[in-house]
């Protein structure tokens, strides 16, 4: 049963230089390093970023389901007011699939094979409701309809392997939402699904959304999904966020050099390309060597030697965005009337 | 499911008869003359020609595997040499004994071995993990005849060391031979199975490993259900597919291990009775106790295959 009596909060999470690490014989991986982030109640926040930025790891430390050899090391995540650091393990799973569920990448491999849909969507409300097997089948056949699935009885009884993937995902969607939940977090739930479906799946998300009243974490490295279905946007890079901000201010204005860069990546929809897209050059600092100074320096255009050698502070301005750049800050060493929107890489202008 | 079931039956008809085949010739692979050998060296050379005209051992090959096939679909074997008793009243008398034998083992086997493998697994690398998988490779390793012959010396025997067994002051509780009551049936069941329990408990440590490392089984901790439920529920059915295929095959090896183990406990089975059997050179029932168990062999694996069918949804054999 769900805890309605906790204190007050306006939003649904916050995170604060939450630190998530992998430890190997001789080293310590820092894949999530001092991220901060917040969700407002009933808002959708995309997460973006190259793979291996750190996106996946952020979303199952919110889960509490970080396996060996990797550990929270440090920070705080506010869900409701209430840090989910502080909690016991069972408190947690109190609260895993009852008031925080997530959807998974791969829909073809997140589903149980030897059990059936029915099943599986039932646990949730037999763990969470104390419901018996027939109640729980019947809210399950409920969420089925729900989720917009044909036929949802006789779905109830088949295997995951009898499905499709976008079934599988709606069922995965069905099985998240079973609780209630007032977080849902998706981690990249459209990746592995055909561009068709994907539409589909984004549409559901966002209308049991509204219908339903939860915050959305939606973890992609899809801008154009971002644009279309979030609220805020954070920018994930080397394990931290870059740019956080509205999605209006994000798309219109971006700040950080690296958002930049990653708008300017897109194909533009209303006109032709005249020679090469823009790139980022170089790639995603492994985790293991990571720069010293800001983690996006060596691919920075902009990049001094502050850059390189220290790592800049999160900002917010005074519309609550954020960034973590030096060349918003006061100790800027390179070219104060710099045009972030002027170059790209190296060397163009 | 019916229509599975129905055609794997019909698929074990030309294994059953390739068996028959092996077992005939086996007679006619022995280097020497098979009514020599069964008449004994020193035989009068009369005694030798009425062991062949008996056994039909003068008619061309395909009549005599025929007649032969022909008999044992009707249910009859021939008779043995030594008592001149009907091959399969011999077997029958034994049969039970050596199916209980290799199913009480069995049972033994994946009690011990499934939860000794689920412990394993969900403590990997800690020191219950290494005890256990080091404990495996000793039952593994060692040969079952001298496992039987120390826990006769242990516990049936009792040589100087009944302190560190508190419970059972008498030593001679265990029987060191025979079969039928539970003091009698402990020692051998704890011989052969020991075995495969190290097998199994492997197998399912292996397999565990790889299904707990599944998405799915994210899916399921991230749903808040219980890490027991998650285990048994989640991830040992999954784990389970390749576990009994293991399984089946080692209730069929129990059946060959019985012959050592029924040897060391002098218990009347199929397995003494081929040994005696070989000794005396009494062919017959060595083929008949051989297709015997080679055809239970055939039966387990069809169980398995249905087993199999059964846990992994995903084979869809119809």
Redesign the interface.
């Known amino acids: 049963m769900k805890n309605n009596t906790s204190k007050e909060y306006e939003n649904i999470l916050e995170i604060n230089h939450l630190q998530t690490s992998f430890f190997t014989k001789n080293a310590e991986i820092k894949a999530v390093d001092g991220l901060s982030f917040t969700i407002p109640k009933k808002k959708t926040l995309g997460v973006v970023g190259e793979s291996g930025s750190g996106k996946s790891i952020t979303s199952l430390s919110i ?1 509490r ?1 970080i396996d060996n050899p990797g550990k929270i090391v440090g920070g705080e995540i506010y869900f409701k007011g209430e840090d989910l650091l502080q909690k016991s393990e069972s408190e ?7 008031e925080i ?2 959807i ?1 990448q ?1 829909p073809m ?7 059936t849909v029915g099943q599986q969507i039932s ?2 409300y037999i ?2 409701q104390e419901l018996s097997k027939k109640e729980a089948k019947q809210k399950s056949l409920e969420m089925l309809k729900l989720v917009g699935i044909p036929s949802p009885k006789k779905r109830l009884k088949q ?1 995951p ?1 009898e499905l499709s993937g976008g079934m599988r995902q709606r069922i ?1 969607i069905a ?1 998240a939402l079973a609780c209630d939940p007032d977080l849902l977090i998706a981690d990249e739930p459209t990746t592995a699904l055909d561009v068709t479906i994907q539409a589909q799946i984004l549409d559901l998300i966002n209308e049991l959304q509204d219908r339903l009243g939860m915050g959305v974490l939606l973890i992609t490295h899809d801008l154009g999904i971002v644009a279309e279905t979030c609220d805020y946007v954070a920018v994930m890079y080397g394990g931290q966020v870059m740019e956080f901000a509205d999605v209006k201010s994000l798309f219109t204005h971006p700040k950080h050099p690296y958002t930049v860069g990653l708008m300017k990546s897109i194909p533009p929809h209303d006109r032709d390309v005249e020679g090469d897209l823009d790139v980022i050059k170089g790639s995603v600092p492994s985790p293991v060597e990571m720069p010293n100074g800001c983690r996006f320096a060596p691919r920075c255009p902009f990049a001094t030697d502050l850059c390189h050698q220290k790592l800049p502070n999160i900002e917010t301005d005074s519309y609550g965005n954020q960034i973590r750049c030096w060349i918003y800050s006061d100790e800027w060493d390179g070219d104060p009337e710099v045009n972030v929107h002027a170059k790209t890489t190296e060397g163009t202008t | 499911m019916f229509k599975f079931i129905v055609r794997r039956i019909i698929q074990t008809i030309p294994v059953i008869i390739g068996v028959t085949i092996i077992v005939f010739s086996m007679m006619h692979l022995v280097p020497g003359d098979p009514a020599q050998i069964m008449a004994g060296e020193s035989a009068p050379a009369q005694q030798v020609e009425n062991i062949r005209e008996r056994l039909g051992l003068n008619e061309p090959l395909p009549k005599q595997y025929l007649s032969y096939l022909g008999n044992a679909l009707l249910g009859d074997l021939g008779n043995s040499m030594r008592s001149g008793r009907a091959v399969t009243d011999e077997i029958s008398a034994r049969f039970w004994v050596t199916i209980e034998l290799a199913i009480y083992s069995t049972i033994l086997a994946v009690f011990i071995g499934l939860i000794a493998g689920v412990i394993s697994a969900t403590k990997k690398y800690s020191p219950q993990d290494t005890i256990i998988m080091l404990i495996a490779l000793f039952g593994l390793s060692m040969p079952n005849f001298w496992l039987g012959l120390m826990l006769i010396q242990w516990f049936s025997i009792g040589i100087d060391l009944p302190n560190w067994f508190p419970f059972i002051n008498d030593t001679s509780w265990f029987k060191p031979s025979g079969w039928g009551s539970f003091q009698q049936i402990v020692l051998p069941v704890i011989t052969l199975g020991t075995g495969s329990a190290a097998i199994i408990a492997r197998m399912t440590r292996s397999s565990m490993l790889e299904v707990i490392g599944q998405d799915y089984i994210r899916t399921a901790r991230a749903k808040g259900i219980k890490e027991r439920i998650v285990i048994y529920r989640h991830a040992l059915k999954n784990a389970l597919i390749p576990v009994v295929t293991v399984v089946g095959l080692q209730f069929g090896g129990l059946l060959g291990g019985a012959v050592l183990t029924e040897t060391v406990f002098a218990i009347n089975g199929m397995g003494k009775l081929v040994i005696d059997s070989i000794a005396a050179r009494d062919f017959p029932v060595v083929q008949g106790t051989i297709l015997v168990i080679a055809l239970l062999f055939v039966l387990v694996n069809l169980f398995v295959d249905i087993t199999y069918r059964l846990l992994n949804k995903r084979i869809d054999l119809d």
Do not use: A, D, Q, V
């Open positions: 889960m389901l947690m799973r109190k609260i895993r699939g009852n569920s997530m998974f791969e491999t997140s589903l149980n094979p030897t059990l646990e949730s763990t969470h295997y392997h995965m099985m």
